[in-house]
């Protein structure tokens, strides 16, 4: 749903207005997109939206839920073994946790269509609607998984304050260039995020989220 529909496809229709109301919702919010507005963009008639949502508020939860799932299962499909692990030690906890975002990192910053989704995930920060539950739902499952294994890696409990917000502000910096895109290639005098940018942001991750566990250690008593 991401990325622009085959309109070929079995459920071309669906998935155009799917594509349709990401962009609009994300312009615009729920209370400024109309049902004329996404049919238009979509190139379909408005009864083809009832027939495959019902209505605007179930469309919007629809988008959600696909923003959810494709997030997921991006991050899914390479850092399972990281969302899952057991650390046996310290150091294994540590490396699956560089692992686990470094793959958010790709998912988020690397794709350029991501900021379509960006827009509309900041939109349900700071305006929470009732579709703001199944996006959470998602994000707090790799918050949790981050959590255990910085605790992990650094001799504390998952669910302590500190660890909740530490754990935030290791995916904030991955967050931030897809946010701040623009400010972000503006103040690095670069056009987009290549394949030079990704590598070495991924190294300074990893420099930060071992920093934030040595951090975390020495707050241990």
Same mark, same amino acid.
């Given at each position: 749903?991401? /990325?622009?529909?085959?309109?070929?496809? !079995?459920?071309?229709?669906?998935?155009?207005?799917?594509?349709a109301?990401?962009?609009?919702?994300?312009?615009?919010?729920?209370?400024?997109?109309?049902?004329?507005?996404?049919?238009?963009?979509?190139?379909?008639?408005?009864?083809?939206?009832?027939?495959?949502f019902?209505?605007?508020?179930?469309?919007?939860?629809?988008?959600?839920?696909?923003?959810?799932?494709?997030? /997921?299962?991006?991050?899914?499909?390479?850092?399972?073994?990281?969302?899952?692990? *057991?650390?046996?030690?310290?150091?294994?906890?540590?490396?699956?946790?560089?692992?686990l975002?470094? !793959?958010v990192?790709?998912?988020?910053?690397?794709?350029?269509?991501?900021?379509?989704?960006?827009?509309?995930?900041?939109?349900? *920060?700071?305006?929470?609607?009732?579709?703001?539950d199944?996006?959470?739902?998602?994000?707090?499952?790799?918050?949790?998984?981050?959590?255990? /294994?910085?605790?992990?890696?650094s001799?504390?409990?998952?669910?302590?304050?500190?660890?909740?917000?530490?754990?935030?502000?290791?995916?904030?910096?991955?967050?931030?260039?897809r946010?701040?895109?623009?400010?972000?290639?503006?103040?690095?005098?670069?056009?987009?995020y290549?394949?030079?940018?990704?590598?070495?942001?991924?190294?300074?991750?990893?420099?930060?989220?071992?920093?934030?566990v040595?951090?975390s250690?020495?707050?241990?008593?």
């Amino acid at each position: 749903m991401l /990325l622009k529909a085959d309109p070929s496809a !079995t459920e071309g229709t669906r998935e155009r207005i799917l594509d349709a109301a990401l962009d609009l919702f994300g312009e615009r919010g729920l209370t400024g997109t109309t049902v004329r507005d996404i049919a238009k963009r979509a190139a379909v008639n408005v009864a083809a939206i009832s027939y495959h949502f019902g209505g605007k508020e179930e469309l919007y939860r629809a988008v959600a839920s696909s923003i959810a799932d494709h997030l /997921l299962a991006r991050v899914g499909e390479r850092a399972v073994s990281a969302i899952n692990a *057991q650390p046996k030690s310290p150091e294994a906890a540590l490396a699956a946790l560089e692992t686990l975002l470094e !793959t958010v990192l790709d998912a988020i910053v690397g794709p350029p269509e991501m900021r379509r989704v960006a827009r509309f995930m900041l939109r349900e *920060q700071m305006q929470p609607t009732a579709a703001f539950d199944v996006i959470y739902g998602s994000l707090s499952r790799l918050h949790v998984a981050a959590c255990r /294994l910085l605790a992990a890696a650094s001799g504390s409990e998952p669910e302590t304050a500190e660890i909740r917000v530490r754990a935030f502000m290791l995916v904030g910096q991955i967050l931030v260039l897809r946010v701040a895109e623009a400010a972000v290639q503006r103040r690095l005098d670069i056009d987009a995020y290549d394949d030079a940018f990704m590598e070495s942001a991924k190294t300074l991750l990893k420099e930060n989220v071992r920093a934030i566990v040595a951090a975390s250690r020495e707050s241990q008593p």
